[in-house]
């Protein structure tokens, strides 16, 4: 189950991969500053994975007039997360959660997903400024989305 709203966020360092590298993805960096979503989904190069990220690319300025970073993770490596990014023009930060600690962390690991192993759950966190989940959402199944309106709402408080 994942980690309830009002708990403190807790916080990761993750790789991701990008023209220039590798790259640390830090949580943290956003406290006191801005706002993050984060987005939990299962694999890349999925049909519902693909679909979330590339919508959440497509008003990724709306995320941005609310004061807020967009993360997505998964257990993909970096390099699977940066050709499916490239492939499908993702524009949002994905971080590599290959050692699937911070799922864990977050309670949206799943223990099995159709005799693939373990891997997250679809879900999403708005985590305000001070480190606090202020929104917290796992879907049912994973081939549901979440409430992205409800996240706007949530994020449109906390400016």
Known sequence: MAIAAGSKAPDFTLKSKNASGLADVVLSKNFGKKNTVLLFFPLAFTGVCTTEMCDVT??????????????????????AQEAWAQKEKIGITLASDLNKKTAESYGTLLPDLNGLGAVSARAAFVIDKNGVIRYSEQTPTPKELPNFNRIKETLSTLQ
């Open 58 to 79: 497509a008003g990724l300025a709306q995320f941005g007039s609310l004061n807020a970073e967009v993360i997505g993770v998964s257990v993909d490596s970096p390099f």
